[in-house]
């Protein structure tokens, strides 16, 4: 117990910011990070080396954002609006709302992978590891959703719809 608690201290900051950019919101996010944690402790005995905790973690966070996420597909229910100033940690709330309505142009798949490589900092091969994919389907991914990030912050600034 003592020693899954010490692992999970050192990436709970980077689960949440994954799942809270993945998910769209705080309470999403929470939820997402507990149910991993969850799965985590009760399959811990199962990992074979403590080096790849924190892989193997990212990878059950990743498969529940998914599922949640499919979920509320299903249900049909908007994500609400994340109360920024509290999820921020002394980052502008301006600025968050931006990122997330950049990142809310992308498919799940190319925001996973933008978040995972900017907010989680993964590279290409550890990031299709966790999605099985393979990693030039992934770098591709990545440039293509970074070109469209780039196309849709100059759309903004020349006032176009």
């Not at 995972?116 to 900092?121: C, I, L």
Request: with cysteine.
């Amino acid at each position: 117990m003592e020693r899954f608690l010490e692992l999970y201290q050192t990436v709970y900051g980077d689960l949440y910011h994954l799942a809270y950019y993945y998910m769209g919101n705080g309470e999403d996010a929470e939820d997402a990070v507990q149910d991993t944690v969850l799965t985590a402790y009760e399959h811990f005995g199962s990992l074979k080396k403590e080096e790849s905790f924190r892989f193997w973690i990212f990878r059950i966070l990743v498969n529940r954002c998914k599922k949640n996420l499919k979920k509320r597909a299903r249900r049909e229910i908007p994500a609400e609006e994340p109360d920024l100033a509290q999820e921020a940690g002394g980052t502008d709330p301006a600025m968050q709302t931006e990122i997330l309505e950049l990142l809310g142009t992308l498919s799940g798949e190319e925001r996973l992978i933008v978040v995972m490589t900017v907010f989680g900092g993964y590279k290409g091969e550890e990031i299709a590891r966790i999605l099985h994919r393979k990693h030039s389907t992934v770098r591709t991914k990545y440039r293509r959703a970074l070109k469209k990030l780039g196309q849709e912050l100059e759309r903004e600034e020349s006032g176009r719809p």
